[in-house]
């Protein structure tokens, strides 16, 4: 009889000599009685996805939160074109950035439909208290794209541009205002919620308006005419709605951190979710200030100085925000270094909360000094934008990590899924997790 040997190769061991050549398993000289050389170590290569049972687990355990990850992408890629301090090779690598980023969030949407046509589950996806607030990171994601076309591609004199990126702002505006409008909707319908289980992430899906409507201002820069005093007035409007729900929100989620405490541990990092509205909002309302300074005293010659007032107010609203800005910013980094004394945090999807708000922070910063002309905006825009890089390269290692071995694809049964809120950062509460927000390990 012939013996079948199975071999388990979800973990290779590789027996490596001080020289770095491969050398016989240790174990197998010592049955000779040899003795395995003191400069030999073990090498472990795993295959990818082995935490998963089968490769149908990577469509359905994606969850639209992976859309941050290219928010953040996008975010750090376009701070380093557009950094304060312009060098050429940062501009390059803020092109590589956004092209990577192009094809991540070509390769999330695949696997997002893949999953909606296979499982035919969005109905509970957006009845699902956690899932349904990542909704809004879909047209997020693309108004970022939109952006880094227009701002990267435009110089080339690349004529379809300007032409693709209003039809793309388009398809944004209309996927935000249906998440601005419905997703708020089934909270208050059909979800469960208390004030001690309010998370930040209600934020995502109420900002996507004051994101388009910074796009917006971004595309108007290249069209002119009515269709770019259109595009205008449409940026104002869906501002100005995102901005003011995001504030009643804001101050419900402060009210919740003074009652309860912080949240727990692997949700720490949602505190910096409402930087993300303040620093957009104060982003984009300049940037309108500029454009409504450039088109309406032609558009609207009989408004006098409509152009300038705007122009004025749009600046100093934004130093305002950007103000209120500084103390979240802080507030946050307190909050993480507290909870990071008090014990190890453990790495999740939620990480990618630190990107895109501080990125928008640091183009506020950088917006003000090119309206301004202040040195100090300009310093601190460059210090933020380096930090969002360095973070962006932190964050994006342990996702690449932790996604080649399933750990953030782990599917799980959204009926059987709960509203994961942390009450305190020293709490010993378990909470169930969605697959792409379950904790990995502690960084």
Known sequence: ???????????????????????????????????????????????????????????????????????????????????????????????????????????????????????????????????????????????????????????????????????????????????????????????????????????????????????????????DGSAATAILFISYVLWAMGVGLSMMIIVVYLIRLTLFNLPSKDAIVSVFLPLGPLGQSSYGIQLLGEQALRLLPEALPHINYLGDVLYSTGFFMGLLIWSLAIWWFFHASYSMVYTRVHGRVPFNLGWWALIFPVGTFASSSSALWTISRYTAFRVLGAILSSLVLVMWILVMGNTIRYAWTGELLKPATIDQLELQHGTSSSGDEEHLHDGPNEPLQSA
Not at 19 to 35: K, L, N
Not at 70 to 95: C, H, K, Q, V
Not at 109 to 114: A, G
């Open 1 to 223: 009889m012939l013996s079948t040997a199975v071999t388990d190769y979800s973990e290779i061991t590789l027996t490596v000599g001080s020289r770095g050549f491969p050398e016989p398993d240790s174990s197998a000289s010592s049955v000779h009685g040899g003795i395995a050389d003191a400069g030999t170590k073990k090498r472990h290569i795993h295959r990818p996805m082995r935490k998963l049972e089968s490769s149908s687990d990577v469509v359905r355990g994606f969850s639209p939160a992976w859309f941050t990850v290219a928010m953040g992408t996008g975010s750090t890629g376009t701070l380093l074109y557009n950094f304060p301090y312009r060098w050429a090779p940062l501009e390059y690598i803020g092109m590589g950035i956004a092209l990577f980023n192009l094809f991540l969030y070509v390769l999330f949407t695949v696997l997002f439909i893949w999953r909606l046509v296979r499982y035919r589950d969005f109905y509970r996806i957006l009845l699902h208290p956690q899932m349904s607030m990542a909704l809004g990171t879909i047209p997020m994601g693309l108004c970022i794209i939109i952006g880094s076309l227009t701002f990267m591609l435009t110089p080339y004199g690349v004529r379809w541009i300007p032409t693709l990126v209003l039809v793309l702002w388009c398809i944004a505006v209309l996927l935000s205002v249906l998440s601005y409008l419905v997703i708020p909707f089934t909270v208050i319908s059909h979800q469960k919620h208390t004030l001690e289980n309010v998370n930040a992430t209600l934020l995502l899906p109420v900002v996507t308006t004051v994101v388009a409507a910074s796009t917006g201002a971004i595309i108007c820069s290249v069209h």
